[in-house]
């Protein structure tokens, strides 16, 4: 399988109890009539790295803008409560790693995209990304 154009990542929360992890949300997106979890990865609690659907093929994270981009969701609902050490070095860890794979990408919060009606990923991880940005060097 030839290995598909990403420009962006955008960073997700699942919205949930932080213990629900990528099997609970791939049998909600399921039921959804997605194809799969819509995620191409999922950060747990405990700070494991899941995979989620194929990175080769296109997520279904961000409704009119997943054709070039890769969906990290981060367990938790940040609007009321704060991703864990564990989770945002295993955040930074997967960054980096998906940096040298598709060179410099775009990182964005799933409310960054204009169409995007949503506060995902929530207040306290959204407060972050700049900080991992600059952590990481990443210009956009």
Do not use: W
Request: net charge positive; proline share 3%; hydrophobic share 35%.
């Amino acid at each position: 399988m030839d290995k598909r154009k990403v420009i962006k990542i955008y960073i997700h929360h699942s919205a949930l109890s932080p213990d629900i992890g990528l099997e609970a949300i791939r049998e909600l997106h399921i039921k959804r009539g997605f194809d799969d979890i819509g995620y191409h990865f999922v950060i747990e609690k405990n700070g494991e790295i899941r995979k989620g659907r194929d990175i080769n093929i296109q997520g279904a994270h961000v409704k009119g803008d997943n054709m070039e981009s890769i969906g990290i969701c981060v367990c938790g609902h940040f609007e009321e409560d704060y991703p864990n050490k564990l989770q945002i070095k295993a955040l930074r860890i997967l960054i980096k790693k998906l940096f040298k794979e598709f060179g410099e990408l775009q990182l964005l919060g799933h409310k960054d995209f204009s169409l995007a009606d949503t506060l995902c990923p929530g207040q306290h991880l959204y407060e972050l990304l700049p900080g991992i940005k600059k952590k990481l060097r990443i210009q956009k």
